[in-house]
C-alpha cells in the first residue's frame, strides 16, 4: 500500500472510528504510571524500563485485533512496507500493510521511517511529538537523564504487535527530548520471522 493511501487510512480510521480519550488525561495517566514503577523499584531505571518494556509488549500483543478490525489492512509483503504501516498506525506487524496507519489510528501521531540499513533488516522511527511526554520532566536525581527511557512502553508496544503477526523485532530507543537530545529515536531491527508450528501428531 502507498504511504499516501496509508495516510489516508489512518486519518480515516482517527476521524470515524477511534473512541476519544482526552489526550491529557492519558499523559496524566502514563506519567502516574512511570512515577509509581520508580518508586516500586527504588529509581532502579533499567527495571523501571523492563517493566514498561513488559507493559507494552502485553499491550501490543491486544492491539492488533483492534487494529486490523479498524483499519481493514492487509498483511505486508515485506520489513519496509510493516515499517511504514507501523508509523501511521502503532500496532501492526511486519505482514501488515500499512503500520504507518497504526500510529495514526492509537496515538494520532505519525512519526518519519527513516535510517534503514543496506539489508532492509532494521530501521528508525522519528517522533516529532510524543503525547506520552507531554508535561513531563524526569526527575532531577543525577541519574534518569542517563538510564530512564520515559516511553519505553512504546517499544514493548511493537514488539508484542509484531510478534502477534510472527515478527520477532528488537526496538529499543537511542534518543529522546527529554534527556536533552535533539530528537526522539526508536531503533527497531527485524530478528526474524517465526515459523507457524503445528500441534505434534497423536500418534
Known amino acids: 500500500m502507498a504511504s499516501t493511501k496509508a ?14 480519550v482526552n489526550a491529557e488525561l492519558v499523559t496524566l495517566t502514563y506519567g502516574t504510571v512511570v512515577a509509581q514503577l520508580c518508586s516500586d523499584y527504588d529509581s532502579n531505571y533499567a527495571e ?6 513488559k507493559m507494552g509488549y ?6 492488533v485485533e483492534d487494529f486490523f478490525a479498524k483499519s481493514g489492512t492487509q498483511r505486508c509483503a ?31 501521531i505519525t512519526p518519519t521511517v527513516t535510517n534503514w540499513t ?8 522519528i517522533f516529532e511529538e510524543n503525547p506520552l511526554a507531554d508535561f513531563v520532566e524526569l526527575p532531577d536525581d543525577g541519574r534518569s537523564q542517563d538510564e530512564l ?13 509484531l510478534e502477534m503477526v510472527q515478527t520477532q523485532v528488537e526496538a529499543h530507543f537511542i534518543s529522546d527530548v527529554l534527556r536533552g537530545n535533539d530528537s526522539t ?19
Open 78 to 108: 515485506n520489513f519496509r512496507e510493516t515499517a511504514e504501516t507501523i508509523s501511521k498506525i502503532l500496532s501492526s506487524t511486519a505482514e501488515l500493510k500499512d503500520w504507518q496507519i497504526g500510529f495514526k489510528i492509537f496515538l494520532n
Open 118 to 125: 543496506s539489508d532492509s533488516k532494521q530501521f528508525s522511527l
Open 149 to 161: 527511557w520515559y516511553s519505553n512502553i512504546l517499544c514493548g508496544v511493537l514488539r508484542g504487535a
Open 185 to 203: 529515536e526508536m531503533r527497531i531491527s527485524l530478528i526474524r520471522y517465526i515459523e507457524d508450528e503445528m500441534p505434534p501428531d497423536d500418534e
Open 7 to 20: 495516510a489516508r487510512v489512518g486519518e480515516e480510521v482517527w476521524k470515524t472510528r477511534i473512541d476519544k
Open 48 to 53: 523501571v524500563n523492563k517493566q514498561l518494556d
Open 58 to 63: 502485553n499491550i501490543g500483543m491486544r492491539l
